[in-house]
C-alpha cells in the first residue's frame, strides 16, 4: 500500500503486514526540488512504467518516481493545481484541476491534455464543476468527480458536455439525500457509487439511480474507535472487497471486510 503523506512531504509504502512503513518518495522536507514534495495528495502505481506518479498539490505539478530506488522525481505536467489522479486500462492519466474547476486527461506522451469534465467556470450548473477533489474513471472512460463546494458526485461520459449528478446534489448536509464537502470516490461495475463524506464522517453507497444513499461506514459521530471516522478523505477497495479508507483527522488508514458489514 502506498499512502500519500501530506504533511510530512513524503510517500510511503506500507507491505502487508508491516508495522512501520518506508519512504519511497520525497521526505527531504518540503520544497520545490527534484527530490522534494510539497503537501503530495496522491499516489498512484504505473506498473507499466515501474513508476508513482504524485500529485505535489502545493508545487503545482504531477510528478513520476521511479519505484527502482528513485531519488528523484521527473515532472510530468506543471502548473495544475491537482488534488486526485487516476489512469485509466489505455495509461491515460486523469487529473482534477481544483483552480480551473476541470478534469483533464492526459493520454501518454501528452503535456496538455484535453477537458473531460468542467472546464466552463465555477458553478453548479450540470456543465460546471466547483472546487473538484477526487476522480474516478470506469471501464467505459465515464468520468466521476466530486465536488467539494457543490457537494455532489457527477458522472461525466466520454465526450459529454455536461454531467449528471449520481450522489448528493441536494444542498450542504447530514441527510441520506445529502453530502458534505464530499471527497473520496470509488464506482463498481454496477454502477454503485461509494464516496468519502468527509465532513459528516462517514461513507455512503449510492445505487445507480438512487436518489438517496445509504451509510456504510462511520456516520457514529467524530471520533477515534474502530467504528468511528474523522474528515475522511480517501478510499478504495482490493479484489477480496476490502474497503480501505484514508482516515485523515485520525491519522490512520482503515481497513473494512465489505462482505460482513454489508
Not at 467556470?121 to 456543465?127: M, V
Not at 465536488?147 to 449528471?164: F, L, P, S
Request: hydrophobic fraction near 30%; proline fraction near 2%.
Amino acid at each position: 500500500m502506498y499512502v500519500a503523506d501530506t504533511w510530512n512531504h513524503r510517500i510511503v509504502e506500507w507491505k502487508w503486514g508491516a508495522t512501520s512503513g518506508q519512504v519511497v518518495a520525497g521526505g527531504n522536507g518540503q520544497g520545490s526540488g527534484a527530490h522534494q514534495l510539497y503537501n503530495p495528495r496522491d499516489v498512484i502505481v504505473d506498473k507499466e512504467r515501474d513508476s508513482l506518479i504524485i500529485c505535489d498539490r502545493s508545487n503545482r505539478r504531477v510528478v513520476r518516481w521511479s519505484r527502482r530506488n528513485g531519488t528523484s522525481g521527473e515532472t510530468i505536467i506543471s502548473n495544475i493545481d491537482c488534488v486526485d489522479l487516476t489512469m485509466d486500462e489505455n495509461g491515460s492519466l486523469y487529473v482534477t484541476d481544483n483552480g480551473k474547476d476541470e478534469v483533464r486527461r492526459y493520454r501518454r506522451g501528452e503535456s496538455q491534455g484535453t477537458v473531460v469534465a468542467g472546464g466552463n467556470g465555477s458553478g453548479n450548473r450540470l456543465d460546471q464543476l466547483s472546487r473538484p477533489h477526487y476522480v474516478f474513471v470506469d471501464r467505459d472512460h465515464s468520468v466521476y468527480v466530486s465536488e467539494w463546494r457543490n457537494h455532489r458526485v457527477m458522472k461525466w461520459v466520454e465526450g459529454a458536455k455536461q454531467g449528471i449528478v449520481v450522489a448528493g446534489g441536494q444542498g450542504q448536509g447530514n441527510g441520506l439525500t445529502q453530502l458534505s464537502c464530499p471527497q473520496g470516490v470509488v464506482v463498481d461495475q454496477l454502477g454503485t457509487v461509494y464516496v468519502a463524506d468527509q465532513v459528516n464522517d462517514r461513507i455512503m453507497r449510492w445505487p445507480k439511480g438512487s436518489t438517496q444513499g445509504s451509510v456504510i461506514v462511520g456516520g457514529n459521530g467524530r471520533g477515534g474507535q474502530s467504528n468511528q471516522l474523522n474528515e475522511p478523505i480517501g478510499l478504495s477497495f482490493d479484489r477480496h472487497g476490502n474497503l480501505y479508507v484514508v482516515d485523515c483527522g485520525n491519522h490512520r488508514v482503515q481497513k473494512f471486510n465489505m462482505n460482513s458489514n454489508g
